[in-house]
């Protein structure tokens, strides 16, 4: 099975669920699954951006990315965090190849303020359009495990911040996976009376969001998910990342938890 796992800022920052992850991830890929790695690593960039007296500003869920947030979300994201997984997976025994969509053309963007409407005034934020899929199965088919940070180069050669959410939609419709799978803090998409959603079609989904039932960054992440099920990848997942074994029952299909989005549900 082919797919695509992303990790979020709050799931990063736990290292014993962070290990569970990506022990799953390696006993996974070792099994002969090709898995992708996507990760974000906000609280991390706040962090450091906090310490440099640079403010941290969102808009609907995206971060408003200046020249200066830009430098220190290159450094933590495609350095720190990157290379951090990298060697995490190494240690267990998988191999790890740490990039962003700079490396060999794997992923690019376009300013956000240019897609289809979107808001002005987010700086160097992209929206990813292309993805490199031979580089992807050249990786994979050496039973290498992508670790991708969510910064890319637009038209004008410039980097950009993307948002973790839309970069792991973006490898899996793009390298034609199975599934997307978010591992988050939260129980699952939420519905109006607080409970997790256990299975929802776009249609369910669009109306959480009108409904602003949904909101802060479940909004991107959900805009995610139906942009992966509109270019062809048939299961998108939101999961409690805590959940011992979770990513095991997504392959086994013996999942019990979470949010299920596919084009299936009515």
Not at 29 to 43: F, P
Not at 69 to 98: C, F, H, I, P, Q
Not at 154 to 175: E, L, V
Request: hydrophobic share 45%; with cysteine; proline share 4%.
């Amino acid at each position: 099975m082919r797919f695509t796992v992303k990790l979020g800022g709050s799931i990063l920052e736990a290292a014993p669920i962070r290990q569970g992850i990506l022990s799953q991830v390696a006993q996974l890929r070792a099994e002969g699954n090709e898995v992708l790695v996507v990760h974000g690593g906000g609280k991390s960039l706040s962090r450091r951006l906090a310490q440099l007296n640079i403010p941290s500003r969102f808009v609907e869920g995206l971060r408003v990315t200046d020249a200066a947030t830009l430098s220190v979300a290159l450094m933590v994201l495609a350095g720190e965090v990157n290379k951090s997984l990298v060697a995490d997976l190494e240690r267990l025994g998988a191999s790890a190849l740490g990039l962003c969509g700079a490396d060999a053309a794997s992923v690019r963007c376009v300013p956000l303020s240019e897609a289809a409407g979107s808001a002005d005034g987010l700086g160097f934020v992209g929206r990813p359009v292309s993805v490199n899929k031979s580089f992807f199965d050249l990786l994979l088919s050496q039973d290498i495990i992508p670790v991708v940070s969510s910064l890319a180069l637009g038209p004008d050669f410039h980097f950009y911040n993307i948002n973790a959410d839309q970069m792991a939609s973006a490898c899996a419709w793009g390298t034609g996976c199975q599934a997307l799978v978010y591992l988050t803090d939260v129980a699952g998409v939420l519905g109006g009376n607080g409970t997790a959603v256990r299975s929802a079609g776009p249609a369910e989904i669009e109306d959480l969001r009108n409904r602003h039932v949904i909101t802060g960054g479940m909004l991107p992440k959900t805009l995610s998910c139906l942009e992966a099920l509109e270019r062809g990848v048939p299961s998108v997942y939101v999961l409690p990342g805590a959940s011992p074994g979770v990513l095991r029952r997504v392959v086994d299909g013996t999942l019990s938890e979470g949010t299920c989005i596919s084009k299936n549900d009515k």
